[in-house]
C-alpha cells in the first residue's frame, strides 16, 4: 500500500505539472515577461525592420548620453545634473558657498546677497579672515534664472525629446536581453518568443481575450557586435483560438477546423 500511495502521489502531481503547462492564455500581459507593440517599437532609434538576412527585427544597443552643461553658476543651482530625459531639472532655491570677502562685496553691490546671509567660515577649527559662508537665494539672481531657461528651451529640451527615444529603445534591449538569457539558462521548460498577427479582443462577464489569432514562434540571437536579432524558427505559423475553445464560445471549434484548412 505504501507503494501504492507513493504512485498515486506521484500521478497526481504530474497531472497537476500537465494541467499547468497546459495553462490557456487569455492576455498577452498574463506571461509577465513583457508584450511589445509593433507600434510602440518600429520608430525607435536603433531598430530596423526586415533585415537582409531573414531577421524580423534588428535592435542595436545604444548608449545613455547626457545634455551639454549649463554656465557653472546655473549648474550651482541645479538640483541635479539633468541626466534623466523624463524630469527637467529644476532650480534649488537657495544655495550655502563659500567665497572670499572680495567675492562678497561684489555680490553686495549687485543686491545678490544680504547681510543676514553671510556667517563666518572655519576650517579645521580655525576662523578663515578671508573666506565666508553666504547663503545665495535663486530670487535675488535674475539673470541666473534667465540663462536657466534659455539652457532649457535651446539645450535640454532639444537633448531630452531626442534621448526618450533613445532611453526607450535601451528599455526594449534590456527586456529582450533578459528574455534571451531566460531561455538559455532555464532548468525547466523555457519562455517562448511569440510573434503574434492580429490581434483578437473579446469580453465576457468575467474573462476578456486580447490574444494573437496567428502566432509565430521566433528566436532571439545575440551577435558579436552585440545587435540583437528577432527571426522566426524554423516551424509553421499557428492558428490560437484556444482562448475561445477555453471559453467555449459558440461556433469556435467550427471557426478553428475551418481556418485550419484555408491556412
Same mark, same amino acid.
Given at each position: ?114 547681510? #543676514?546671509? &553671510? @556667517?563666518? !567660515? ?6 578663515? *579672515?578671508?573666506? $565666508? %559662508?553666504? /547663503? +545665495? ?12 531657461? #534659455?539652457? &532649457? @528651451?535651446? !539645450? ?6 531626442? *534621448?526618450?527615444? $533613445? %532611453?526607450? /529603445? +535601451? ?31 473579446? /469580453? ?60
Amino acid at each position: 500500500m505504501d507503494d501504492v500511495n507513493r504512485v498515486q502521489s506521484l500521478l497526481r502531481f504530474a497531472g497537476k505539472v500537465l494541467t499547468a503547462r497546459e495553462r490557456v492564455l487569455m492576455q498577452m500581459g498574463d506571461t509577465r515577461l513583457g508584450v511589445f507593440r509593433q507600434r510602440d517599437i518600429c520608430d525607435l532609434p536603433g531598430v530596423l525592420m526586415d533585415g537582409d538576412d531573414g531577421e524580423w527585427i534588428i535592435i542595436k544597443r545604444l548608449e545613455e548620453t547626457s545634455p551639454k552643461s549649463p554656465d557653472e553658476e546655473v549648474a550651482e543651482f541645479l538640483e541635479n545634473d539633468g541626466s534623466n530625459p523624463f524630469k527637467v531639472p529644476e532650480l534649488k532655491p537657495v544655495i550655502s558657498k563659500v567665497v572670499s570677502v572680495d567675492d562678497v562685496e561684489e555680490l553686495q553691490e549687485l543686491n545678490r546677497l544680504k547681510p #543676514e546671509h &553671510i @556667517s563666518e !567660515t572655519f576650517e579645521k577649527g580655525e576662523l578663515l *579672515e578671508d573666506f $565666508v %559662508r553666504v /547663503s +545665495l537665494f535663486i530670487e535675488d539672481h535674475a539673470e541666473i534664472q534667465e540663462k536657466y531657461e #534659455e539652457w &532649457i @528651451s535651446s !539645450t535640454w529640451k532639444i537633448w531630452s525629446d531626442q *534621448e526618450k527615444l $533613445v %532611453r526607450k /529603445s +535601451l528599455d526594449l534591449y534590456n527586456s529582450l536581453f533578459k528574455i534571451h538569457s531566460s531561455i538559455h539558462i532555464s532548468e525547466g521548460v523555457p519562455p517562448e518568443v511569440i510573434w503574434g498577427f492580429g490581434i483578437g479582443i473579446w /469580453s465576457t462577464q468575467d474573462k476578456k481575450i486580447e490574444m494573437p489569432i496567428i502566432e509565430q514562434e521566433v528566436e532571439i540571437e545575440i551577435v558579436s557586435e552585440g545587435d540583437l536579432l528577432i527571426r522566426p524558427r524554423n516551424k509553421p505559423m499557428e492558428l490560437s483560438l484556444k482562448p475561445y475553445l477555453e471559453l467555449e464560445i459558440p461556433n469556435s471549434a467550427n471557426l478553428q477546423s475551418k481556418l485550419v484548412e484555408l491556412l
